[in-house]
């Protein structure tokens, strides 16, 4: 049996300027205690500009965070005004990258192809995507959810091996529980996560798919992490309001108790 370290990960969208994000994550540090950060990995994912004072923070003061970014493109330079390069991100030691997220989807018009290509760019900078999936509440209802999470997958790990793959993070985030308060019961996000880990198995194989993490997100908070992260299928979560509040989100990452 391969034992996955639960990632949660604080997606900070475009909230917190650098000054507010140093006194974020010194508050954060301050209210986890260490020991916790033996059975859990936690990544903070701030927006472009408070990076480089993150990263900092974190090398300068030996903190027990790994960095993440929210997005990047998928060419190495170019005219792409307003873009950032993957290479600028493993420049900085990020570790993590989300790709593919809802928003990005929906406000930016990132495809699943754009998606897919993202993920080989972060790959081949050695850095590990955060692959996310989900489905809309009209695609729920009409009995579609399993159709359009999987076909994301299919999309996203597209030309991926199974070596990198077994590494990678999938986060799995119904679009109607981000932001609005409504979360997947936990025996909803524990069948779409096993849903999605058998998907890996049927691409990949029976290793890879016991290796790769699945995270919940979608209203997580300290109140109903316990129960979410107690399913068998679900190896952490990808946390957007709560991750902005210290308290709220130190209670997340404490959610065994
Ligand atoms: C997210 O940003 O991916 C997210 C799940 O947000 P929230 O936790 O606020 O629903």
């Known amino acids: 049996m391969t034992t996955r370290t639960p990632l949660i990960?604080?997606?900070?969208?475009?909230?917190?300027n650098h000054f507010e994000a140093i006194q974020t994550v010194q508050k954060l540090h301050y209210l986890v205690p260490k020991q916790v950060f033996e059975?859990?990995?936690?990544?903070?994912h701030p927006p472009f500009t408070d990076i480089r004072s993150i990263q900092t923070l974190i090398e300068s003061e030996d903190l027990d965070f790994s960095l993440g970014a929210q997005h990047c493109h998928f060419?190495?330079?170019?005219?792409?005004?307003?873009?950032?390069?993957?290479?600028?991100?493993?420049?900085?030691?990020?570790?993590?990258?989300?790709?593919?997220?809802?928003e990005r989807r929906e406000v930016f018009?990132?495809?699943d192809e754009m998606v897919s290509k993202k993920v080989l760019a972060i790959l081949k900078y050695e850095m590990t995507?955060?692959?996310?999936?989900?489905?809309?509440?009209?695609?729920?209802?009409?009995?579609?959810?399993e159709a359009k999470v999987l076909g994301q997958i299919e999309a996203g790990l597209a030309g991926v091996s199974n070596e990198q793959?077994?590494?990678?993070?999938?986060?799995?985030?119904?679009?109607?529980?981000?932001?609005?308060?409504?979360?997947?019961?936990?025996?909803?996000?524990?069948a779409a996560c096993a849903a999605v880990r058998g998907k890996v198995r049927?691409?990949?194989?029976?290793?890879?798919?016991?290796?790769?993490?699945?995270?919940?997100?979608?209203?997580?908070?300290?109140?109903?992490?316990?129960?979410?992260?107690?399913q068998p299928?679900?190896?952490?979560?990808?946390?957007?309001?709560?991750?902005?509040?210290?308290?709220?989100?130190?209670?997340?990452?404490?959610?065994?108790?």
């Open 9 to 16: 990960s604080g997606n900070w969208k475009m909230n917190l």
């Open 39 to 44: 059975g859990v990995e936690v990544s903070i």
């Open 75 to 102: 060419e190495d330079s170019g005219a792409f005004t307003g873009e950032v390069s993957p290479a600028f991100l493993a420049k900085l030691n990020t570790k993590y990258v989300i790709c593919g997220h809802s």
């Open 109 to 111: 018009g990132e495809t």
């Open 129 to 145: 995507p955060i692959l996310c999936c989900g489905e809309t509440l009209d695609e729920r209802e009409a009995g579609d959810m």
């Open 165 to 190: 793959i077994a590494s990678l993070v999938i986060a799995y985030e119904p679009i109607w529980a981000i932001g609005t308060g409504k979360t997947a019961t936990a025996e909803d996000a524990q």
């Open 202 to 230: 049927e691409m990949a194989d029976d290793a890879t798919a016991d290796s790769v993490r699945i995270q919940y997100g979608g209203s997580v908070k300290g109140g109903n992490a316990p129960e979410l992260m107690s």
């Open 233 to 257: 299928d679900i190896d952490g979560a990808l946390v957007g309001g709560a991750s902005l509040d210290p308290d709220e989100f130190a209670r997340v990452i404490q959610f065994a108790g």
